[in-house]
């Protein structure tokens, strides 16, 4: 029978990405037993009551102190309160109130060739420059086969950085690919969105250099790449 701290660990590393296989190789255990512990993690974790759960509320406000890192959580309630949870009943705790929330599985799969596919994406991120946090926005250029990664970060982000920005990704990666995913942002729409999206002039011009065209919107529905659900690509000529 596999221990309780054993199946929180299963769960606590799939939840880090990690395959079963490599789950399988650091927990010694079997890929079956893997896959039903992480079908039903509710039954693979029977009912119990730990002491620990008086601090709840603490705990709550904790993690959104520390943003979600249970890590975090488990240093800061020993070192400003005094109390020490083992890491593995912190977060059974966690599961448990859900205060953290469970990752939805992604619905299926992409398979992608060399050169068919890359992604471009911008968000906010708060970054430090020299000893104080600033908002700047990380762009990024994926491709998706070999999910080889070019990323930088501007004080701001219009048509004229992601010309820039594009043209040294493209430069980085040694060519482009024959479909470039990007989100549905005013950046490279002009007007409009989904089917009805108009696409920005120079930005077309801007393709055109690269000898690719701007397509409509993508039918692909790419949530883990596209967060915002909608994208429009670069399809080659």
Same mark, same amino acid.
């Given at each position: 029978?596999?221990?309780?701290?054993?199946?929180?660990?299963?769960?606590?590393?799939?939840?880090?990405?990690?395959?079963?296989?490599?789950?399988?190789?650091?927990?010694?255990?079997?890929?079956?037993?893997?896959?039903?512990?992480?079908?039903?993690?509710?039954?693979?974790?029977?009912?119990?009551?730990?002491?620990?759960?008086?601090?709840?509320?603490?705990?709550?406000?904790?993690?959104?102190?520390?943003?979600?890192?249970?890590?975090?959580?488990?240093?800061?309630?020993?070192?400003?309160?005094?109390?020490?949870?083992?890491?593995?009943?912190?977060?059974?705790?966690?599961?448990?109130?859900?205060?953290?929330?469970?990752?939805?599985?992604?619905?299926?799969?992409?398979?992608?060739?060399?050169?068919?596919?890359?992604?471009?994406?911008?968000?906010?991120?708060?970054?430090?420059?020299?000893?104080?946090?600033?908002?700047?926005?990380?762009?990024?250029?994926?491709?998706?086969?070999?999910?080889?990664?070019?990323?930088?970060?501007? +004080?701001?982000?219009? $048509?004229?950085?992601? !010309?820039?920005?594009?043209? @040294? #990704? *493209?430069? =980085?990666?040694?060519?482009?690919?024959?479909?470039?995913?990007?989100?549905?942002?005013?950046?490279?729409?002009?007007?409009?969105?989904?089917?009805?999206?108009?696409?920005?002039?120079?930005?077309?011009?801007?393709?055109?250099?690269?000898?690719?065209?701007?397509?409509? +919107?993508?039918?692909? $529905?790419?949530?883990? !790449?596209?967060?915002?659900? @909608? #994208? *429009?690509? =670069?399809?080659?000529?």
């Amino acid at each position: 029978m596999i221990r309780q701290s054993k199946k929180d660990a299963i769960l606590e590393l799939k939840n880090t990405g990690m395959s079963l296989r490599k789950i399988a190789r650091t927990l010694k255990v079997s890929r079956n037993t893997i896959t039903k512990i992480l079908k039903d993690p509710d039954e693979a974790a029977p009912h119990r009551e730990s002491r620990h759960e008086e601090h709840v509320p603490l705990i709550r406000d904790l993690f959104k102190e520390c943003k979600g890192n249970a890590v975090r959580v488990a240093e800061e309630l020993e070192s400003r309160h005094q109390i020490t949870i083992p890491y593995q009943s912190l977060t059974w705790i966690m599961r448990k109130h859900e205060i953290r929330k469970r990752k939805k599985r992604r619905a299926g799969q992409y398979h992608f060739k060399p050169g068919q596919e890359m992604q471009h994406d911008t968000s906010p991120h708060q970054v430090t420059i020299d000893g104080k946090k600033v908002s700047a926005q990380c762009a990024s250029l994926t491709l998706a086969f070999s999910r080889k990664l070019f990323i930088q970060y501007y +004080p701001r982000f219009t $048509r004229f950085e992601c !010309k820039v920005f594009l043209s @040294k #990704a *493209f430069d =980085f990666m040694d060519g482009v690919c024959s479909r470039c995913i990007v989100d549905n942002t005013s950046v490279i729409v002009a007007g409009g969105t989904g089917p009805d999206a108009l696409i920005a002039p120079e930005m077309k011009y801007f393709a055109d250099m690269y000898q690719t065209r701007v397509c409509g +919107p993508c039918r692909r $529905r790419c949530q883990s !790449k596209c967060p915002r659900g @909608k #994208a *429009f690509s =670069f399809c080659g000529k």
